[in-house]
């Protein structure tokens, strides 16, 4: 009897062992699953999360607030996916539900240690390269470029943005070169010029011309200043109207921007990741710098093609449909928040001390590089020759369709206050024009 319930419990076992097997065609190849050539018709599985694409990409930069969307995104197409973590392993944990069991690793590593980068990019297809920050990390006290103390001569400089934006995407890129990858995928800036007052601005152009040398076929996206629920376009100016009583200003705020949504350039990048050598695509090397505007079956602009995929040393530029100065943003913000604190203009060398006195915490909520950055006007070229989002088909999200849906946790509140039945906001509804809020161009009403 007991060798009968053992029997009955290897059978059972042996039973659940098959369901959990990917679902493969009879006539599917074994190499397809990996191969990246094959991976659209070695695809298998249930779809979705729980299928195998194939295709094996490398992410840095993926705990950012654009890197998540974009593992995301991968990871709904059953992508593997190899996430470069130079942390405590607890900070990718939020990226996990994002995969299928299995189809999510983590590699530790350090940008300064070239070993550490290759174990992370080894066996894959793609690599993804996100890695940026809005300042320059800085140590305690400050020390020699060898690490030991050195209070006289020494930095305070961590990792500063040369290294960010310039020797870590250029080491990426030769590394994922040499290793014969078959696409590197890189995220630098619209604002990026060499002739720009920001530091970071500059660094991301010279990021973008290093990371050219070491990969020529490498693509590059320039998405404008990113908004979406993790933003700091929109909460910063929520942040401080609900701690000071008047907001800083960069003079008269004329600055231009033109704010991107950040799951459209996730969506970019897929369609980067997508773009494999595959031979459905009509674009080619010989086409490519003609004046012949022939469009392939997507409806692509032929000029951007290459023989390992139609982007192939592509540059995508990627910026909202809607252009504001930075006074519009901080009305905006004031408007949907009900917050109506007002905004202070300020000169720029006055800003600047106070931003460098902010700049002493490790986390600081302004810096004299952000007040540089706030001068410039950063928008998208109408006439430019880089791949767009009206290229790629992907339209554009506007702002006023998601702010409301982050920003009306600081309106006091929240979002209760404008709806019919709440005490809070006793018998007004949305056809209230008082509960309105009107849009960030000031010619569109929004609830």
């Not at 009897?1 to 419990?9: K, T, V």
């Not at 607890?90 to 690793?105: K, Q």
């Not at 005490?423 to 609830?447: L, T, W």
Request: include cysteine.
């Amino acid at each position: 009897q007991a060798e009968s319930r053992r029997s009955g419990a290897m059978s059972l076992m042996r039973g659940l062992r098959a369901a959990a097997r990917p679902l493969v065609p009879a006539t599917a190849p074994a190499a397809s699953i990996s191969n990246y050539a094959n991976s659209v018709a070695g695809e298998q599985g249930h779809g979705g999360r729980s299928s195998i694409s194939g295709l094996k990409v490398a992410v840095f930069g993926a705990t950012g607030f654009l890197g998540r969307y974009v593992v995301n995104e991968l990871g709904k197409t059953g992508t593997t996916v190899t996430i470069g973590n130079r942390g405590c392993e607890m900070e990718t944990r939020h990226l996990r539900p994002m995969f299928d069991l299995g189809n999510m690793a983590i590699e530790f590593y350090s940008p300064r240690d070239d070993d550490s980068i290759r174990r992370t990019i080894e066996g894959c297809d793609i690599v993804i390269n996100m890695i940026g920050k809005r300042y320059e990390t800085r140590k305690l006290l400050p020390t020699s470029p060898d690490g030991a103390l050195d209070p006289i001569k020494g930095s305070r400089i961590n990792f500063g943005f040369d290294e960010v934006n310039i020797d870590i995407p250029a080491k990426l890129a030769k590394i994922s070169k040499e290793m014969g990858v078959d696409k590197f995928i890189h995220v630098g800036a619209l604002s990026a010029d060499p002739d720009a007052k920001s530091h970071f601005s500059r660094s991301k152009y010279f990021g973008e011309e290093a990371v050219r040398k070491e990969f020529p076929e490498a693509v590059i996206v320039k998405p404008a200043e990113l908004f979406g629920h993790e933003d700091r376009l929109f909460n910063w100016q929520g942040e401080m109207g609900s701690r000071l009583p008047a907001i800083p200003m960069l003079e008269d705020g004329s600055g231009l921007v033109q704010p991107v949504y950040v799951g459209d350039v996730a969506d970019a990048i897929i369609k980067m990741t997508d773009d494999g050598p595959h031979a459905h695509h009509t674009a080619s090397v010989d086409k490519m710098g003609s004046d012949e505007e022939e469009e392939d079956i997507f409806g692509i602009k032929a000029h951007v093609a290459g023989s390992g995929g139609k982007f192939k040393g592509a540059t995508l530029e990627l910026a909202g449909p809607d252009d504001f100065t930075r006074r519009e943003v901080m009305d905006f913000v004031s408007d949907l928040t009900s917050l109506n604190k007002p905004a202070v203009p300020m000169p720029e060398a006055i800003l600047k001390v106070v931003a460098s006195v902010a700049a002493v915490v490790p986390e600081p909520w302004l810096t004299v590089d952000e007040v540089d950055r706030w001068g410039e006007n950063v928008t998208l070229d109408p006439e430019t020759d880089a791949v767009t989002l009206e290229d790629l088909d992907i339209r554009p999200v506007r702002v006023e369709e998601i702010a409301f849906q982050y920003l009306h946790r600081f309106r006091k509140g929240g979002h209760f206050v404008l709806h019919e039945g709440y005490h809070a906001n006793e018998g007004k509804g949305f056809n209230d024009p008082g509960a309105k809020v009107r849009s960030i161009a000031g010619n569109r009403p929004m609830v």
